[in-house]
């Protein structure tokens, strides 16, 4: 098997099986001719090789990172052309880039194997319709000042070992170099674009007073709708907070006050997890909620993050709601030690653990809400908290 350096392009037909299953056979079968002709011409000019195809996606290789996104914009742009003349939007053709760079190993068939092809594929699952994303190993080894880049930061992708940070490629018009640690300032490119039109909005619009006038309207008209919703906010009725699918004896063992957030930011990881559970938590499926609570705990090591008492504590609400009084109390007994520097804490967690341990219901003011999994704030929604039958 040939080891070589080279960049992947992964290529995904957006509304394939939809469009498919509203299609003879016949229409199909032609319409992934034409998509696959389409591709290979874009490929051939930018000297890229078709590997394979995947129903409806491509794998692609390039030797030059850069012919790479080349490719991939200039697809891209074309599709947008042709779909900005058909008015029925079922018929657009979109289509999802996803590029990475890496060494990868060749087979006698000539497919390509090894991690680069895998988080080539992983990116192009992330991207969205009608772009090109691509990995930090591309953005170093390609040309930057041939398009337009913006960094979307650091993904952790499914069996990934480690985080790839991804760029957005931006469509013609926005041509700006782009570096990892820093972004073009808005307002250069704003000034820039108005010097190339012939100077600033207000300089065009010298000797047209209609324009003005136009102006005017718009702003008097955004203002009233403005005052119009504020005022309709004001006099809207309090909502009554919903009833809570618990009984009146089983409510959640705690309340855990504001408190100041942790100072360190979470791992992407445990961020999502704790995203996760704030979700089915407002939705009231407890059950899920709880298995990603014993989820995101056994992250804990891993991540190298140390939660804090009140993250327990609110994590063993959720274990409780789910019935798991088990795990509840083994996190409300880990969690009290580590409130010791927070004395109203630790004897608001001391109480929730003896009530657990007696086996009573526990109550809690119907004002109570739950608390919001943000970097390194509080946990639940923004709604009230739920009651009692």
């Known amino acids: 098997m040939e080891n070589r350096l080279l960049t992947i392009v992964f290529i995904d037909v957006q509304g394939f099986t939809k469009r498919t299953a509203n299609s003879t056979r016949e229409e199909t079968s032609t319409f992934i001719e034409e998509i696959r002709a389409f591709v290979t011409q874009h490929l051939e000019k930018c000297q890229g090789r078709l590997v394979k195809t995947m129903g409806d996606g491509f794998m692609a290789a390039f030797d030059s990172p850069t012919n790479a996104v080349q490719c991939g914009c200039e697809m891209q742009r074309k599709l947008l052309a042709r779909n900005a003349n058909i008015?029925?939007?079922?018929?657009?053709?979109?289509?999802?880039i996803g590029i990475n760079t890496g060494e990868v190993g060749i087979d006698e068939n000539g497919d390509l194997f090894g991690d680069p092809v895998n988080i080539a594929a992983r990116i192009e699952g992330f991207a969205e319709s009608g772009e090109v994303y691509i990995s930090e190993s591309t953005f170093l080894a390609m040309n930057r000042n041939e398009v337009g880049i913006v960094d979307l930061g650091p993904q952790m992708f499914k069996n990934a070992t480690r985080e790839i940070r991804v760029y957005k490629i931006l469509g013609e018009g926005d041509r700006k170099p782009a570096s990892a640690n820093t972004t073009?300032?808005?307002?250069?490119?704003?000034?820039?674009?108005d010097s190339a039109n012939g100077g600033s909005?207000?300089?065009?619009?010298k000797g047209k007073p209609w324009l003005w006038a136009v102006c005017g309207m718009v702003v008097t008209l955004l203002l009233v709708f403005i005052g119009l919703k504020i005022a309709h906010r004001k006099k809207a009725p309090q909502q009554a907070p919903p009833q809570s699918a618990l009984s009146e004896n089983e409510d959640i063992p705690l309340q855990v006050g504001e408190f100041p957030p942790p100072k360190s930011k979470r791992p992407g990881p445990i961020q999502e997890q704790l995203?996760?559970?704030e979700k089915l938590a407002r939705e009231r499926k407890f059950d899920e909620a709880s298995n990603r609570v014993l989820a995101a705990k056994e992250m804990e090591s891993s991540q190298n993050y140390r939660f804090t008492p009140k993250e327990l504590g609110n994590m063993a609400r959720?274990?409780?709601?789910?019935?798991?009084?088990?795990?509840?109390?083994?996190?409300?007994?880990?969690?009290?030690?580590?409130?010791k520097d927070t004395p109203d804490l630790a004897n608001r967690l001391k109480d929730g653990l003896e009530k657990l341990k007696?086996?009573?219901?526990?109550?809690?003011?119907?004002?109570?809400?739950?608390r919001k999994f943000k970097g390194g704030g509080n946990f639940g929604n923004n709604g009230p908290r739920p009651e009692g039958n």
């Open 87 to 96: 008015l029925n939007p079922e018929h657009f053709v979109r289509f999802r």
């Open 184 to 193: 073009a300032s808005p307002s250069a490119s704003v000034l820039k674009a």
């Open 201 to 205: 909005i207000f300089q065009r619009m």
């Open 275 to 277: 995203d996760a559970i």
């Open 318 to 339: 959720i274990l409780f709601n789910a019935g798991k009084k088990a795990e509840c109390q083994a996190f409300l007994e880990e969690a009290i030690p580590r409130a």
């Open 358 to 370: 007696s086996g009573k219901g526990l109550k809690q003011p119907r004002n109570d809400r739950f």
